[in-house]
């Protein structure tokens, strides 16, 4: 007989194949843009899709994803210690995303029009984290700006991934909603 796994274990194992998804994303992107486009003031990250998708899914747990996008650009980027904290940090304040999620309803968010509102405000909340986290740090107004400027692409590939995402079933919906949906259809 075939043992069933618990619901621990398939959320560890759904997080893990999430995180090495952003992962390696996350390096073929800053490789990428380190080859074909150096220098360009323009970055692409897929940190803000996953984290939604994460969001979504799991809730707060998305923070984890959040913050790994931060550790994996800099790490490949060959970030700075402070850039290290301006992204996870600034990153993480996306996490705030979630209390949309609690207060109208995962459901609601993920088929009504909040849907790819939902990805907007995870962008901008870690691009305002960013920004926060620099000035913190002592950067200059003129500076934080290029943390909205030069990440605008990012939420183009953001809209796209989500609109994907929804249309995929089970994707983009709260696993405990999308278990619970598939066991009432085999019934």
Not at 122 to 142: C, Y
Request: aromatic share 14%; with cysteine.
């Amino acid at each position: 007989m075939k043992r069933q796994r618990t619901w621990k274990e398939y959320r560890a194992i759904d997080l893990a194949m999430m995180g090495l998804a952003l992962a390696v994303f996350e390096f073929l992107i800053v490789r990428a843009a380190n080859w074909w486009f150096p220098g360009q003031p323009f970055t692409v990250s897929l940190a803000a899709a996953i984290a939604s998708i994460v969001y979504m899914r799991w809730g707060f747990w998305g923070a984890i994803h959040a913050v790994e996008a931060g550790l994996v650009f800099c790490f490949f980027s060959g970030a700075t210690p402070r850039q290290y904290v301006i992204y996870c940090v600034g990153n993480l304040f996306s996490v705030l995303a979630v209390l949309l999620l609690r207060r109208v309803g995962k459901e609601r968010v993920r088929t009504g029009p909040l849907s790819l509102i939902f990805p907007l405000l995870v962008q901008v909340l870690m691009q305002a984290g960013r920004a926060l986290t620099a000035l913190a740090l002592g950067s200059g107004p003129a500076s934080v700006a290029g943390f909205f400027t030069t990440d605008s692409l990012s939420l183009l590939f953001t809209f796209v991934i989500i609109w994907i995402a929804r249309k995929l079933d089970g994707v983009y919906e709260d696993q405990k909603h999308y278990l619970l949906r598939v066991h009432a259809e085999k019934e």
